[in-house]
């Protein structure tokens, strides 16, 4: 069964510092993996997808990631923190026949200190 | 803008008494998904429906059921909520079709309190 592991329930950056949430994926077929933000008490909100296309995936608010089936991982950066990237993140993969359903890690939270 | 729209945004009901949830979209998307997310845990997904199709996640307790009336409205009705079913319920969206690669749309959650 496919599945992601995220590693770090809880990850604290300095305002300006790189942010790195780690996400290691399991599947014996490509996966089609995705990174969801959620801020206090709203929905989640996508960041961005791997669909095959291209290794290095480029998302919403200066994130990115990059896919290396060496290492079974889809981890999550940005070269400046920013206060307003408090939240919890969410990994997922897609998985189903019939509708697509997400398999979620179990999410890491996100704070930036001053 | 087309979006995903849950109400209410806070429901307090009491232990047993039957509480429906609501959800509505404008994407005109294929699937709605229901989801309960309680704290700091990842939303786990209790069922969806593909257009008409009901699809029940094995582990989603039989106190729960939805409803799909049309291709914008969904609801998540709990027959007797227990304390254990207070958490944030998540309504999504995905399409057109069934593709692994669409994302899915979520609505801001109904957050259930059960006294």
């Known amino acids: 069964a496919q599945s992601v592991t995220q590693l770090g329930s809880h990850v604290s950056v300095s305002e300006g510092a790189l942010v790195l949430l780690r996400c290691n994926y399991s599947s014996s077929v490509p996966p089609y993996l995705f990174w969801y933000v959620q801020y206090p008490n709203q929905g989640l909100q996508l960041l961005l997808k791997y669909t095959s296309a291209a290794t290095l995936v480029k998302g919403i608010n200066g994130f990115e990631a990059e896919f290396k089936k060496s290492e079974t991982s889809f981890h999550l950066t940005k070269p400046s923190a920013h206060m307003s990237d408090a939240a919890e993140y969410f990994c997922a993969v897609s998985v189903g026949q019939g509708a697509q359903k997400l398999v979620f890690g179990q999410g890491t939270r996100l704070t930036i200190n001053p | 803008d087309a979006m995903v729209i849950q109400n209410p945004r806070y429901q307090v009901t009491q232990f047993g008494k039957p509480v429906t949830l609501s959800c509505s979209q404008t994407?005109?998307?294929?699937?709605m998904y229901w989801y309960q997310q309680k704290s700091s845990q990842a939303p786990k997904l209790l069922f969806h429906y593909y257009d008409k199709d009901f699809n029940n996640e094995a582990d989603t307790p039989d106190n729960f059921q939805s409803r799909r009336p049309n291709t914008s409205f969904c609801f998540l009705d709990i027959r007797s909520p227990g304390l254990g079913d207070a958490a944030m319920y998540l309504c999504?969206?995905?399409?057109?079709?069934?593709?692994?690669?669409?994302?899915?749309?979520f609505g801001p959650g109904t957050r259930l309190t059960v006294l």
């Open positions: 994407l005109n998307h294929n699937v």
């Open positions: 999504a969206t995905s399409g057109p079709g069934t593709s692994l690669y669409n994302e899915q749309f």
